[in-house]
């Protein structure tokens, strides 16, 4: 199967085919930088970088952009508030952004436009549009004429006499849907010289002015929240779509901006959508204080991407405890294995398929670890079978749940040959695991390094010394001491399994 992707404008899962043979180019409407990320902004950064991830192993070279909205109503009253200028708030909340998509491992933007650097490209396309009829000035604005654009609504699926007002004060419009691409200076605000007179650009025009510069009129794929969807996207394909049509002569009609329009659905805590507005949002660097930064992208993974996704403790505990199923998975194989070099060469010289499945004396080291809900794992033959299964769960539509089912099958055949008599397999299971949780951006080796890097060599001493005085306290048959101190471990987060092979230990 190749890649196939739900379109919002077409309402239907297409194949997915790129303007330019083996390029991609995509389009992330970014945050605005009015205060700190919350987790909900996570949540599509994390979608379409599973996208982008997802595009790269399949071989496509992606140019990604994705803006950042540094002037809007909320930073300057922000602004206001805490007593600095626009430019400050907005250098400081893009920087705790940016912050943010690094720690849970989101690759960065190959371009990241600021709307206030693209205020001529916003110019040149409010002219075009003035000149074509499908814009006007009023009252020191510049208004998109929303009934010229026969298409209008045809995005998020409204009939154009059945929608709303925009949001947007009436002062010149002639019709209440028009939206601005220019807003005329108010006392007190930023504002740049026009050709309109002195103002700021409106949200939307922005991204149709960075998208067109970077990736053309028409480019493949063009991504954002659900909440995006009206107005935002539907003024921003508007724009783009009838700038491109008045600046080509040759009667071909109106080129669609995006090919693909892709949203992700939104967090929600206790079934509503989390926003600042109702009190229920949850600021990154708090959740980084209370989960590890691999758990949270695992667990904003988790779902698909266009469903909703709750978030509570109780999720995130069974995130924790999901991935953490894997990170051992993968601690006990490199123990046993060596190194990831020694188990890719090992590996290399398996034969392709697996020994035959419940193979006596193969499941005594089940490990104790259930899935959790919705992470069952599926029945997979071989390591081959495993990645051809995650593939194909990805190539329809990002179709994580499957995918992971892949994962944790993968890792269930790998937990059942996790002895040095099986290493040849272990080493295949090893290696699929490893290639999947790359994509997935959760390697615990090279993704995710301060996981197992220095302090790990300095807990695996520290562990040593504390299975030997378990060992000791068994030997004299002090099994009260020994279990005394299992306990004391967990209640420190680590878990110590007593397996056939001696103890293993892993983190809570
Ligand atoms: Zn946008």
């Known amino acids: 199967m190749s890649l196939h992707l739900y379109d919002t404008r077409t309402r239907r899962v297409r194949l997915f085919e790129p303007l330019r043979p083996g390029h991609v180019g995509v389009y992330v409407c970014g945050p605005t930088v009015q205060s700190a990320p919350h987790v909900g902004h996570l949540r599509s950064a994390v979608a379409f970088d599973l996208l982008r991830r997802w595009l790269l192993a399949s071989g496509y070279a992606v140019t990604y952009v994705q803006n950042v909205t540094d002037i809007d109503d909320k930073i300057i009253v922000n602004a206001e508030r805490e007593g600095v200028s626009v430019w400050e708030l907005a250098t400081r909340e893009t920087r705790s952004f940016d912050d943010a998509y690094r720690a849970v491992g989101i690759l960065p933007p190959t371009i990241q436009p600021r709307a ?112 995006l969807v009206f107005p935002h996207h539907e003024n921003e394909r508007a724009q783009t779509v009838c700038a491109s049509a008045a600046r080509s002569h040759d009667g071909a009609g109106e080129p669609e901006m995006a090919r693909y329009w892709m949203h992700a659905g939104l967090l929600t805590t206790g079934g509503t959508k989390m926003s600042k507005s109702l009190g229920n949002s949850f600021f990154v660097t708090d959740a980084l204080s209370q989960v590890r930064p691999q758990v949270l992208r695992y667990h904003l993974l988790s779902a698909h991407y266009r469903s909703s996704l709750e978030y509570s403790p109780d999720a995130l505990t069974e995130s924790a405890a999901a991935y953490g199923r894997v990170e051992t998975f993968v601690r006990n194989a490199l123990d046993i294995l060596g190194s990831p070099e020694e188990a890719a060469s090992l590996a290399a010289e398996a034969p392709p398929a697996a020994a035959p499945r419940s193979a006596k004396g193969r499941g005594k080291n089940r490990p104790a670890g259930r899935p959790a809900a919705g992470a069952a794992p599926a029945v997979v033959a071989s390591p081959a079978a495993a990645w051809a299964a995650f593939s194909a769960a990805l190539d329809d539509d990002l179709g994580v749940s499957r995918a992971l089912a892949a994962l944790f099958g993968a890792v269930a055949e790998g937990n059942l040959v996790l002895s040095k008599t099986h290493r040849g397999e272990l080493a295949g299971w090893l290696v699929v695991v490893r290639r999947m949780l790359t994509v997935l951006g959760l390697d615990p080796v090279t993704q995710w390094p301060a996981a197992g890097g220095q302090v790990r060599a300095a807990l695996d001493g520290v562990m040593e010394i504390v299975r030997d005085l378990r060992s000791s306290a068994r030997a004299r048959l002090d099994y009260t001491e020994a279990d005394s101190i299992r306990d004391r471990l967990r209640d420190a987060g680590v878990i110590v399994d007593d397996t056939g092979e001696g103890q293993r230990w892993h983190l809570a």
């Not at 040149?124 to 000035?137: F, P, R, S, T, V």
């Not at 654009?149 to 419009?173: H, I, T």
Request: proline share 6%; glycine share 16%; net charge negative.
């Open 116 to 227: 206030t650097g693209h205020i001529p490209e916003m110019f040149a396309l409010i002219a075009d549009l003035i000149a074509a009829g499908y814009a006007y000035e009023g009252s020191g604005s510049v208004w998109f004429r929303v009934g010229r654009f026969g298409d209008y609504g045809a995005l998020s699926n409204q009939r154009p006499d059945a929608m709303q007002a925009s949001a947007e004060a009436e002062a010149g419009k002639e019709d209440p849907r028009d939206f601005a691409l220019w807003k005329a200076v108010k006392p007190g605000e930023p504002a740049w010289d026009s050709p309109w007179g002195s103002g700021r650009p409106g949200w939307h025009l922005e991204c149709s002015a960075m998208a067109g510069k970077y990736l053309g009129d028409v480019f493949d794929i063009h991504g954002g929240g659900l909440d």
